[in-house]
């Protein structure tokens, strides 16, 4: 009795991982075989990387990787710039007004930058940013998000560690240097890699600031290759599609555990 | 007195970089878009004048905004608890010592890593009539080709079930977090009284896992109106709005009709609907389960 149902149990499991990673072996395969084989399969199908060569030349993705790749770097220097030294005056820090701005920054999470599309798009075109790879970057740079992480992380550093700092004369930007950061690393790693992986995922946004190649992250570049560029060539459409996430996938599966972890660090506020 | 002083300029120094940014492109822009949804949208030679509530009052006379409230109140009562059940159900599979369980939660978590909008790509496929998986398979069964995206009873539900594909495993991560954390003499204690397993899951594990729900289902809920990057690619809102959501609508308004008053009209209500979520987690909810 108690085997059968533990059999069911690995048994249901495994059907909703194969459930899980179907469409992107589906995926894989149509990527990876001549078009005549994209929907029908044959374990002698030649494999080819010929849609992904078509589509690499199809549209500018050298140009798209570019631009995805200095936003997501300017965001996550810059978020971690800013959030910071906040994050350590939220933590260590006794000034009137810090529970009320604390509460100001907390917001933030309820209300993303994400909905405010309309906003923000008229706030970047007053600033004359319309269309800019520092418009799709500046809504995320001072993030609630990171603020609160570091802060708990911060919060935890004992007290002894930052008065012998102090004592030996230290400046207050050197105790944040040399000893908060160094100790917060783990939450550093773990919340730059939610932070890239957010970014470089992001779709919505970036659809609505930018409209020309030199601007357009990866997300956009796709959606406009496959929407009006190919037609229904699956083939390339699926080489294409794989190609961009194929950066964050194969860190992911090569730092698995990594990322798990940071995942889960990141989620425990 | 003045070492006080002194370090209350410091503090605020080192705050106001990212709070000057915080503000200006999220509390600014909500506070804006409530002013904006008061006055008309300027049209060429027209400036925008005050128009009091007459937005709100055309938005209420807007079928298509009811779709879209409609279709998002399934979307989101079908997505949350569908994706937190799923993945509840992950983390305990994968938290026992189940045959291959590595490659089970590579399994489970690998689309949080990938955009939505290579998601959408992948399913796009996956819906296409006749050589599509869906069909394939119904084919399989002697059922007839169905276009899935295309017929307003299966596009919503074809959305819901991208939007859970895509989500399950990220939240499988926070239940696996805090099963890893259980004390495990719990476990322990409660096989010596023998009781049963569904027993121990009823009474000690879910209760235990209370703040994660709770985190979770705030996540879950706010995606359910955050989270539209599949519904621009795989149905423009279409067929005949069914797949509209809320903040596809907002897009549609405000940068393909490019009504900015009636798009920050929308965005109003989208606030007030978080701001409702909000009030329900830290009100309501947050009395109710051990947090933090």
Same mark, same amino acid.
């Given at each position: 009795?108690?085997?059968?149902?533990?059999?069911l149990?690995?048994a249901?499991?495994?059907?909703?991982?194969?459930?899980?990673?179907?469409?992107?072996?589906?995926?894989a395969w149509?990527a990876?075989?001549?078009?005549?084989?994209?929907?029908?399969?044959d374990l002698?199908?030649?494999?080819t990387? /010929?849609?992904?060569?078509?589509?690499?030349?199809?549209?500018?993705?050298?140009?798209?990787?570019l631009?995805?790749?200095?936003?997501?770097t300017?965001?996550?220097?810059a978020q971690?710039?800013l959030?910071?030294?906040?994050?350590?005056?939220?933590?260590?820090?006794?000034?009137? /007004?810090?529970?009320?701005?604390?509460?100001?920054v907390?917001?933030?999470?309820?209300?993303?930058?994400?909905?405010?599309?309309?906003?923000?798009?008229?706030t970047?075109?007053?600033? /004359?940013?319309?269309?800019?790879i520092?418009a799709?970057?500046?809504?995320?740079?001072?993030?609630a998000? /990171?603020?609160?992480?570091?802060?708990?992380?911060f919060?935890?550093?004992?007290?002894?560690?930052?008065?012998?700092a102090?004592?030996?004369?230290?400046?207050?930007?050197? !105790?944040?240097? !040399?000893?908060?950061?160094?100790?917060a690393?783990?939450t550093?790693?773990?919340y730059?890699?939610?932070?890239?992986?957010?970014?470089?995922?992001?779709f919505?946004w970036?659809?609505?600031?930018?409209?020309?190649?030199?601007?357009?992250?990866?997300?956009?570049?796709?959606?406009?290759?496959?929407?009006?560029?190919?037609?229904?060539?699956?083939?390339?459409i699926?080489?294409?599609?794989?190609?961009?996430?194929?950066?964050?996938?194969?860190?992911?599966?090569?730092?698995?555990?990594?990322?798990v972890?940071?995942?889960?660090?990141?989620?425990? !506020? | 007195?003045?070492?006080?002083?002194r370090?209350?300029?410091?503090?605020?120094?080192?705050?106001?970089?990212?709070?000057?940014?915080?503000?200006?492109?999220?509390?600014?822009p909500?506070?804006?878009?409530?002013?904006?949804?008061?006055f008309?949208?300027?049209?060429?030679s027209?400036?925008?004048?005050?128009?009091?509530?007459?937005?709100?009052?055309a938005?209420?006379?807007?079928?298509?905004?009811?779709?879209?409230?409609?279709?998002?109140?399934?979307?989101?009562?079908?997505?949350?608890?569908?994706?937190v059940?799923?993945?509840?159900?992950?983390?305990?599979?994968?938290?026992?010592?189940?045959?291959g369980?590595?490659?089970? #939660?590579m399994?489970?978590?690998t689309?949080?890593?990938?955009?939505?909008?290579?998601?959408?790509?992948?399913?796009?496929?996956?819906?296409?009539?006749?050589?599509?998986l869906?069909?394939?398979?119904?084919?399989?069964?002697?059922?007839?080709?169905?276009n899935w995206?295309?017929?307003?009873a299966t596009?919503?539900p074809?959305?819901?079930?991208?939007?859970?594909w895509?989500?399950?495993g990220?939240?499988?991560?926070?239940?696996?977090a805090?099963?890893?954390?259980?004390?495990p003499d719990l476990?322990?204690?409660?096989?010596?009284?023998?009781?049963?397993?569904?027993?121990?899951?009823?009474?000690?594990?879910?209760?235990?896992?209370?703040?994660?729900?709770?985190?979770?289902l705030v996540n879950?809920?706010?995606?359910?109106?955050?989270? +539209?990057?599949? +519904?621009?690619?795989?149905? #423009?809102?279409?067929?005949?709005?069914?797949?509209?959501?809320?903040?596809?609508?907002i897009?549609?308004t405000g940068?393909?009709?490019?009504?900015?008053?009636?798009?920050?009209?929308?965005?109003?209500?989208?606030?007030?609907?978080?701001g409702?979520?909000?009030?329900l987690?830290?009100?309501?909810?947050?009395?109710?389960?051990?947090?933090?």
């Open positions: 009795m108690k085997f059968a149902t533990r059999t149990e690995i249901g499991a495994w059907m909703l991982g194969i459930m899980w990673v179907t469409p992107l072996l589906y995926a149509t990876f075989h001549p078009a005549d084989f994209a929907t029908h399969f002698t199908a030649p494999l990387l /010929g849609n992904f060569v078509r589509a690499w030349q199809a549209a500018p993705f050298a140009r798209y990787f631009n995805t790749t200095i936003l997501v300017i965001i996550l220097v971690f710039l959030c910071t030294p906040a994050a350590f005056a939220f933590a260590r820090m006794e000034f009137p /007004g810090r529970d009320i701005l604390f509460g100001v907390l917001l933030q999470l309820m209300v993303m930058p994400d909905v405010l599309l309309v906003g923000n798009y008229r970047m075109a007053q600033l /004359g940013l319309v269309d800019t520092l799709i970057a500046l809504p995320y740079l001072g993030s998000f /990171g603020i609160f992480l570091l802060r708990q992380t919060r935890s550093v004992p007290q002894e560690l930052d008065d012998a102090r004592l030996e004369g230290c400046t207050l930007m050197r !105790r944040i240097w !040399r000893v908060y950061v160094p100790l690393r783990p550093y790693i773990a730059g890699l939610v932070s890239v992986s957010y970014h470089w995922n992001n919505l970036p659809l609505v600031i930018t409209n020309s190649v030199t601007t357009r992250p990866l997300t956009v570049g796709l959606s406009v290759f496959a929407s009006t560029d190919q037609g229904i060539d699956w083939s390339i699926t080489a294409a599609t794989l190609m961009t996430s194929a950066p964050l996938l194969l860190a992911f599966l090569l730092f698995q555990r990594q990322f972890q940071s995942f889960m660090r990141a989620g425990i !506020r | 007195m003045a070492t006080m002083r370090e209350t300029v410091q503090a605020w120094l080192l705050v106001l970089p990212a709070l000057l940014l915080l503000v200006a492109f999220t509390h600014w909500a506070v804006a878009t409530v002013l904006d949804s008061l008309s949208t300027p049209r060429g027209r400036p925008a004048h005050f128009v009091g509530l007459d937005n709100y009052a938005l209420m006379d807007d079928p298509v905004f009811w779709t879209a409230l409609h279709n998002n109140a399934v979307y989101a009562a079908a997505t949350i608890p569908a994706s059940i799923l993945a509840l159900a992950m983390a305990l599979a994968v938290n026992t010592a189940i045959p369980r590595p490659l089970l #939660r399994a489970y978590f689309p949080t890593m990938l955009p939505m909008i290579a998601v959408a790509n992948i399913w796009l496929f996956f819906f296409t009539p006749d050589y599509g869906f069909d394939s398979i119904a084919a399989w069964f002697g059922l007839g080709r169905h995206l295309g017929d307003t596009a919503l074809a959305m819901i079930a991208v939007a859970v895509k989500e399950a990220f939240f499988m991560i926070f239940y696996l805090a099963l890893q954390a259980m004390p476990a322990e204690a409660a096989n010596l009284e023998g009781s049963s397993r569904w027993n121990f899951f009823r009474r000690v594990t879910l209760p235990l896992l209370m703040p994660t729900t709770l985190f979770v879950a809920s706010i995606n359910a109106f955050r989270l +539209v990057d599949h +519904v621009v690619v795989m149905t #423009r809102g279409g067929p005949d709005n069914a797949t509209t959501l809320l903040l596809y609508y897009y549609e940068f393909r009709f490019w009504d900015s008053s009636m798009a920050a009209t929308l965005t109003v209500v989208l606030l007030a609907l978080l409702l979520l909000a009030w987690q830290f009100g309501v909810l947050g009395k109710r389960v051990h947090y933090r």
